[in-house]
């Protein structure tokens, strides 16, 4: 016995629990775990959008663009020297070539090959808190004494960040409202299917004097209660997956090194209870608002 | 109480079931519809207890004119008639206790309120024992015992019952006419559709014959 059944039992349900039920509980179950991984997603590509602003806010670099099959070593030096004299940059350094080639290597690969492709030498510069040099200036400086120096304040890709992340929060917003359109239509046939099922019934309260929120009222504690239990099984199958997730995370096996994790926190999972309250909340709307109007057409 | 006038009644575009149907039930009265199996009686039931709309003609129900109400002005109209309906018509998923409780859950009553008086009224109908038991496993005269049992547990200003007599023996016959006779001295208007002349007899009270879809006769006072 399901707990709808144990709840709506104690409380002398004025309808039977029709059959078929378990259907529409297996398809809730499913939305609200679709549900619910699309709103961590939405979770997990909030904090990547602002974990990546975060460690690129503050920070500035310098390319030497390669001539020939290496960037010119003197206008490394120079361009390091321009940058060690502006006000508000509190480091500036050449990364090595071990360093160029860690940070290929999620990409590339680590092959003897790569060594030999000719890269840029990355200058990564460091600034106070807070500080905004003039990047115009400071770009003109560099060109007077490093002609193949680029400056690269992050700004482009910080954004093309915050856009990605955006496509990716509204993709997911996206997907909850076509569950939520979903969850409604079922809900919506079922209540219909029910009204049908129950037709001897309802036409037995309507004659006794029922208003028609006191038969809405039993289908939508039906279906309230049916949607928050099976939802709540949905919403926990989508916990797990990304409690699992963050226990890979932690152990090392991340699934892309450059992704963000694709685990939850223990503050975030909490949230996932929006999905059953939502469900819960969307199935009585609808059961109410179709068994009204369906009943409208009684004398 | 009641009053029909000209009243005309037709399923769809068949024809008319009922015709020119003239009567008025003064409150507190007592009246048998009798008439052959098809003259129309449970359609006239129909209509009283507000399952059916007429054709035509006009129905006044509690003083109100029922063309002049609106539909949410019903249901509390509804909950002052009680029904025994030919068929029982109980709720199988819920006890004898429940589908007899029901009118005064609709009514808004609380269980504690009125646990007592349906446990008696169970008892005085001989189904004390069975209030947890439900309909599929009680008799065709059980079955029947609570279907009276909830029309009547509210007490209700009309009272409707469409041969409640026909599937019990005839001492538990004899008890529910007594029940009904009892409550129509406590001022509920009764309406008993029968063809039982053993019961009209007995009871002596005033008979409307219905035949062919007309009110042909109206006999005896009470």
Known sequence: MSLADRVERRRGQTLPREQGAVSLDLVIAIMAFLAALALGGVMIAERAAQSWQAGLTGRLTVQILPQGDSAPESEVGAAVNVLRSTPGVVYAAALSDADNLALVEPWLGRDALVADLPFPRLIDVRLVPGAKPDLDVLSTRLKTAAPHAVLDDHGRWIERLRSTAGVVVLAALAILALIAIGTAASVAFATRAGLATHREIVQLLHLMGAQDRFIARAFEWHYFLAAFAASVVGASLAAAVFTAAAGLDQLGFAAVSFLPPLGLSTAELPWLLLVPVTAAAISWATARISVISALKKYY | MVRFENV???????????????????????????????????????LVFLA???????????????????????????????????????????????????????????????????????????????????????????????????????????????????????????????????????????????QDRALIEATRAREMRLVDGRVIEMRGMR
């Open chain 2, 8 to 46: 005309g009644m037709r399923y769809g575009a068949g024809r008319e079931v009922l015709r020119d149907v003239n009567f008025a039930l003064e409150p507190g009265s007592f009246t048998f519809l009798t008439g052959p199996s098809g003259a129309g009686k449970t359609s006239l039931m129909k």
């Open chain 2, 52 to 194: 059916e709309r007429p054709s035509r003609g006009l129905i006044s129900l509690f003083g109100h004119d029922l063309a002049l109400l609106k539909r949410f002005d019903l249901p509390s109209l509804r909950r002052r008639i009680g029904v025994v309906f030919q068929e029982f018509r109980l709720l199988d998923h819920l006890s004898a206790f429940d589908n007899v409780a029901l009118p005064l859950r609709l009514a808004g009553r609380r269980t504690a309120d009125y646990r007592r008086d349906v446990e008696e009224l169970l008892s005085w109908v001989g189904l004390g024992e069975r209030l947890n038991d439900k309909p599929a496993t009680l008799s065709g005269g059980e079955q029947q015992r609570v279907a009276i049992a909830r029309a009547v547990v509210a007490k209700p200003d009309l009272l409707l019952a469409d041969e409640p007599t026909g599937n019990v023996d005839p001492e538990i016959g004899e008890r529910l006419i007594r029940l009904f006779v009892e409550l129509n001295r406590f001022g509920t208007t009764v309406m008993i559709a029968t």
